[in-house]
Each structure stands twice: as structure tokens, then as C-alpha cells.
């Protein structure tokens, strides 16, 4: 038998080059904000842009202070409360000084719930950037009167119309 040889067959792998595009890939940025810090003794000024971050900061720090103290004072109301019970003194006096002090001290407590629902109305606002100017007209509230009444709604002028139509209907 005559002898075979195998032949090597080369096989060359082509590359296939990419053209490479001179367009850089479009990366988004997403702006990250860098929270704005405020000092504690920081007052919001009629010289800033009106309800700006600095202001909405504020603001929110205050209310939430606010809200804080409010519940602390109220737990501590209801604790202590219900530990000084006299209404079962043997003394009518006693026992009607008691429950009028008890009736009290719930009206108030009650007063400070229905304010403390008022700021988490205020804290909402502030989180849907409408903090700071008149539910009725859209016109800023102003820094003066929303310090002297952060849970304010409403600008001068349309809280006393809101007032003067709430009289008129408690008339009827």
C-alpha cells in the first residue's frame, strides 16, 4: 500500500473589525443635589428669592420641632393624667374640681391634635412646593406672617374673608 500523506489544511479565522464611531455614548447626568445645610440660629430674609430651598429647610425644621414638642407634652399629659385620679375622693367638691380639671386639660389636648394634624398638612405642602403662598389666590403668604404662624394657609386677606363667611354661616 502506497503511503498517504495528510495535508494540513491551514484555516486562517478572519477578524472582523469594528468600525469604531466617533460619537461618544450619550451618559445622563443625574443631578444629584447636595442637601443645603442651615445654621440653627438661620433666619429667612425678604432679600433671598422667596420660598427657596433655604426657606422650605426652615421651615421644615420648625414644624417638625413643632410637632415634636406637641407630642412629647401631650404623652406626657395623658401619662400623667391618669395617674392623679381624685374622682373617687369622697368629696363632691373634690370630685367636681377633678373632672372639670380633666375636662380642661382633654380640650387641650384635643386643640393640640387637631394642631398637630395642621403641620402635617403645613409639611405636606412644603413636600409639594406649594409652602408659603394662599390655597385661594396663589399669592405668597409672606416670611412675616408664616413666622408668626408657620401652619398658615392662607394670606391676610383671604384668611379674614374665610373667617367672615364662616361667621356668616354660623349665623344661619
Known sequence: MPK????????????????????????????????????????????????CEKHKI???MRLTEWKKDLVKSNNEALYNGSMDDNSISADVVDQANSYTDKNVEMKAINRQIKLIS????????????????????????GLKRLMARPIAKYTIAAQEKHEKDEKVHADD
Open 58 to 60: 426652615f421651615f421644615r
Open 118 to 141: 395642621e403641620i402635617d398638612k403645613a409639611l405636606a405642602r412644603i413636600r409639594e412646593d406649594i409652602y408659603g403662598y394662599c390655597l385661594d389666590t396663589a399669592e405668597p403668604i
Open 4 to 51: 498517504t500523506t495528510k495535508i494540513k489544511k491551514k484555516v486562517k479565522k478572519t477578524k472582523v473589525k469594528v468600525a469604531k464611531s466617533k460619537v461618544k455614548p450619550v451618559t445622563k447626568k443625574v443631578a444629584t443635589k447636595t442637601p443645603i445645610k442651615i445654621s440653627k440660629n438661620y433666619l429667612p430674609k425678604d432679600t433671598e428669592k422667596y420660598m
